[in-house]
């Protein structure tokens, strides 16, 4: 039982991981390294996923050095999941200040570039420069870019951009999205560590049943 159980959380880590990522799709260059942690999740859910079966073939079989195999990976993983989720949190402040300071690089940097990777942000988040349409220093009648406006309107200005500056939002998801990686990781590993006691209770049992076997 909880061999599937275990697929159904190598499931749901890959959904999670994937999901982040698709956020943060084309903003790699400027996220200071944060798509490591979902894509990390991506990679256990799928050896989580794996390894549930080996686990399983092996309770099937009765063989004790698949199920002993099965639990050792699953500390591995258990293991690794708990590196990922402290890192999270103890160096949390350390990513925020890199994740602030290469945004604002990225605006003051890219604002003669074409296409401008900057304005990718702001489509994809519905903000509007560093921390506010007045960032571009246009008067209240001059054209802001069409990114810093919603679909559709038929002139980006001042009075009718996304007041919230994309710092501010980004920095915001961030907090949201690193704590839920973390607890997550945290959870699965506490309910994973159950797993592989029931693991190592099966294979002791496996080996008692071979041992008996012989006399």
Avoid at 54 to 64: D, K, L, N, T, Y
Avoid at 155 to 171: E, F, H, R, V
Avoid at 198 to 213: E, G, P, T, V, Y
Wanted: aromatic share 10%; glycine share 8%.
């Amino acid at each position: 039982m909880e061999h599937s159980f275990n697929k159904l959380v190598g499931i749901a880590m890959v959904a999670i991981g994937v999901a982040v990522v698709l956020k943060w799709k084309n903003m790699s260059e400027f996220t200071a390294g944060m798509n490591i942690a979902p894509w990390l999740f991506i990679v256990i859910g799928s050896v989580v996923f794996i390894i549930s079966f080996f686990g399983c073939c092996g309770a099937i079989r009765e063989s004790h050095c698949m199920v002993v195999t099965y639990a050792i990976f699953l500390i591995v993983i258990i293991i690794v999941e708990v590196a990922l989720a402290v890192c999270l949190f103890v160096y949390a402040d350390s990513i925020k200040h890199g994740l602030k300071e290469s945004l604002n690089k990225t605006f003051d940097n890219s604002r003669s570039l074409n296409p401008n990777p900057f304005h990718e942000i702001e489509r994809q988040f519905s903000c509007c420069g560093k921390t506010g349409p007045g960032n571009y220093g246009l008067i209240e009648a001059a054209t802001l870019p069409a990114e810093c406006c919603a679909v559709g309107a038929p002139l980006c200005t001042l009075a009718n951009a996304y007041q919230t500056g994309c710092t501010d939002i980004l920095l915001e998801y961030y907090d949201k999205s690193h704590k839920v990686i973390g607890g997550v990781a945290i959870g699965v590993a506490c309910v994973e560590v159950v797993g592989a006691l029931f693991a190592l209770c099966l294979a002791n049992s496996i080996r008692n049943m071979d041992r008996r076997s012989r006399y």
